[in-house]
């Protein structure tokens, strides 16, 4: 994942700033030009608030000219685009809130979804959904039609639960079958864009109401287009990995693991260098009578700071296996540094999982950076 400030630094103030600029020649943009110094220390949701809030400090008319402003500056040059969009959608969401007039509000919804093809206008509608949710809602679900792509994408990410870098919507949260007529319209949308953001969606909702997900993940196997069974499988992968049995079922996994023979995690290595790697192999026995299909999964247990451990888990291969018949799996995990996960030296540990059922479990020892 790039670092805050290769996404919104100097370069995306001083871009704002110029397009702002090109459409208010009049604006001092006195407060963005200091925002623009003090990004640094920021995370990238600070980072874009300060620039949210130095843009409503330097334009401080009423919703109409600010509005105004933003589409000149969105059909002018310096090109408007990229990670200043984040920015300049929060302040369109809050000026239209600050108005409390509903033609603010509308109006803000479509210049959201005129910018979103830009970046993403995802993370500023939330702070509309949770002014007004049913008008926000009602406005989305018009959006599923659009000939847009970005949209109906917008349409989907913007509602989902669990958006990341996002904060959450509380009707959202409270009611999750409120966002199913989104998905619901969408499921065979034509774009691996809008597609991948239904699944996403869904994968949200498994964390809330998993018996919700199976019954719409069904609906849609029901109704399919050629593109279904992928969209459910990643929709369903949460789920899959707990071992919900209505997920296991609904993609045609052996509903118990119990007939299934494991020997490993076996580790090539029990001491490992701090940004190397763990390799392991695996043997997978089917020793029931009828073929068993599984989704076998590894589970990294992780020393935290304060000791205890903590698992993440990962994919490893789905396979259907013949009665008695035996594979052999290998995988090399990586503990390079990442700028999304703080790795503590220490005991850590590969388990196997087979349908959700944890199978077979080894210790290693990541040592401490040099």
Same mark, same amino acid.
């Given at each position: ?24 020649? *009049?604006? &001092? ?30 334009? &401080? ?26 920015? %300049?959608? /929060? ?9 409390? !007039? ?47 792509? !970005?949209? +109906? ?34 499921? +065979? ?18 964390? @809330? @109401? &998993?018996?919700? %997900? %199976? ?19 990643? /929709? ?8 919900? &049995? *209505? ?27 701090? /940004? ?22 590894? #589970? ?27 594979? @052999? ?12 996960? +703080?790795?503590?030296? !220490?005991?850590?540990? #590969? ?20």
């Amino acid at each position: 994942m790039p670092f805050a400030d290769e996404l919104i630094g100097d370069h995306t103030a001083k871009a704002l700033i110029e397009a702002i600029a090109a459409a208010a020649p *009049g604006a &001092p943009l006195t407060t963005l030009r200091t925002a623009a110094g003090e990004l640094a220390p920021l995370s990238l949701r600070e980072r874009s608030d300060l620039l949210r809030d130095a843009l409503l400090r330097d334009l &401080p008319g009423d919703y109409d000219a600010f509005a105004r402003t933003i589409r000149a500056a969105r059909d002018g040059l310096p090109p408007f685009s990229g990670w200043l969009i984040w920015p %300049v959608t /929060g302040a369109i969401a809050a000026k239209a809130i600050d108005d409390g !007039g509903a033609d603010a509000f509308d109006d803000a919804m479509a210049v959201l979804a005129e910018l979103t093809s830009r970046l993403t206008s995802e993370f500023a509608i939330r702070a509309l959904l949770d002014h007004d949710f049913d008008r926000a809602l009602a406005a989305v679900l018009t959006w599923t039609a659009s000939p847009d792509e !970005g949209v +109906r994408r917008l349409a989907s990410e913007g509602t989902r639960s669990f958006l990341p870098w996002a904060k959450r919507v509380p009707a959202i949260m409270a009611d999750p079958r409120a966002t199913l007529p989104i998905i619901n319209a969408l499921y +065979r949308d034509e774009s691996e864009y809008v597609r991948r953001s239904v699944a996403n969606h869904l994968n949200d909702l498994s964390r @809330q @109401q &998993p018996e919700i %997900v %199976v019954e719409a993940a069904a609906a849609w196997l029901s109704e399919p287009d050629e593109n279904t069974p992928r969209l459910v499988r990643h /929709g369903l992968r949460t789920l899959v990995k707990k071992g919900h &049995p *209505g997920a296991l079922g609904l993609l045609g996994f052996t509903p118990a693991a119990a007939a299934i023979g494991v020997v490993g995690p076996a580790l090539a290595a029990t001491r490992i260098p701090f /940004g190397g790697t763990v390799g392991f192999t695996a043997t997978i026995t089917n020793t029931a009578t009828v073929p068993a299909t599984l989704a076998i999964d590894y #589970i990294v247990h992780h020393m935290k700071a304060n000791g205890s451990q903590s698992g993440k888990t990962f994919k490893l291969t789905t396979m259907t296996l013949a009665p008695g018949e035996r594979r @052999q799996l290998s995988r090399e995990h990586s503990f390079r540094e990442i700028t999304t996960r +703080r790795y503590y030296p !220490g005991e850590h540990a #590969i388990e196997l999982q087979i349908n959700g059922v944890a199978s077979g479990r080894s210790e290693f020892t990541l040592l401490a950076a040099l």
